[in-house]
């Protein structure tokens, strides 16, 4: 009888072994401008609406999203992660906000909100496509003041992994004040993506500082992003962080076509810039060999190649700053070193912000805690 008894605990011991084992790996891919709030019952997804297409909530099957509070259910999840994104901007909201976010409104909000299971895993992929360098800050950098903190590479695409029974996910939601025809059941994998327009305007890195506006606006977190291939101009006057807007519509100019520009004028340029070289670092070959490198670049359009455009921004960024270092001189010398610096500064937007390849909404997402 004990002996029964016994066999009968080691069989449902297994059974239980067993079932725990056969559990299978679903991941979350979040693509956007996202923010994630880590709380007692769940991870809450935000992101804002403005200035992208509707949000795509793909697995098996697709669905797109409208403004409003969602439900992701899953199949027996385990929570056994920390639900928290560690390499993501830390910043903080207040319960009220955060409260006023996670409820659909009448009048429409510019947010989706998707409450998750708590104890999901992040990965945060390193790499061009998944992540991004960026300065964050509590302060708006003026023009006029050097480059802010040394960058950190902060995500912009991530995946949370949960441990559950089978791949069937629900979602559920209530919409603002638009039609969706939820709950929408499919299977994993699942991609939920806020993507930028077609026509969206990336010159000045414009549309990724709007993103993470707009995420800073929702959650009243007071941050700022700078991105390394900053020029002064961009800084000045096409940043819509700034407390007044420069350029209405901005976001709404379409960067022409490369394939359009004349480069004579630009070829001119870095002639010009080669001469002064030779008069301001005389001894310097590095300086001549990058000039030499950006025209080879400018020549051979259409400009499809923006990760050479970044390390070509940073070797002219170099040259600005060795230029800084020079003692002033007569009035001439220091007119040469102003004017060179400012074409220098005209140069490096072209070479920067000129193709479209590889491009995304490069916002970098955030981790927010509730205060």
Known sequence: MKLSVLSFFVLELCMVSSAAAQKTDLTVEFVGPWSFVHTQTNIVAISPSNHHLAAQFEG??????????YDLKLSNPDNTGTGVCATCVPATTTRAQFALLTTASAKG???????????GVFEEPSGDDYSEEASVTDYFQPADKPFPDQPKTYPKDVRVHYKVSDLNV????????????GPFKTTGPIKISVEPPKDVNYYCDYHARMAFLDMNDLFKSGKFVDFPEYWGDCRDKWDPQKYYQPLPNFEARQAPDPRAIDIRSIIDLITSLRAT???????D????????????????????????????????????????KLPNGDKVFNSKKVLFEREIDLLGTVVIFSGTSGRNCKAPMMSVTLK
Not at 170 to 181: A, K, R, V
């Open 60 to 69: 098996q099957q697709a669905t797109s999203l409208v403004r409003g509070v």
């Open 109 to 119: 909000m510019n947010r989706y909100s998707i409450a998750l299971p708590p104890g």
């Open 170 to 181: 629900e979602l559920s939601g209530t919409p603002d004040n638009e039609p969706w025809p």
């Open 277 to 283: 070289a030779r008069e301001l670092l005389p001894t």
């Open 285 to 324: 070959g590095s300086t001549q060999e990058t000039l030499t490198s950006v025209e080879d670049y400018i020549e051979k359009r259409p400009w499809e190649n923006p990760k050479r455009g970044k390390e070509l921004g940073k070797q002219l960024k170099a040259i600005v700053q060795k230029v800084d």
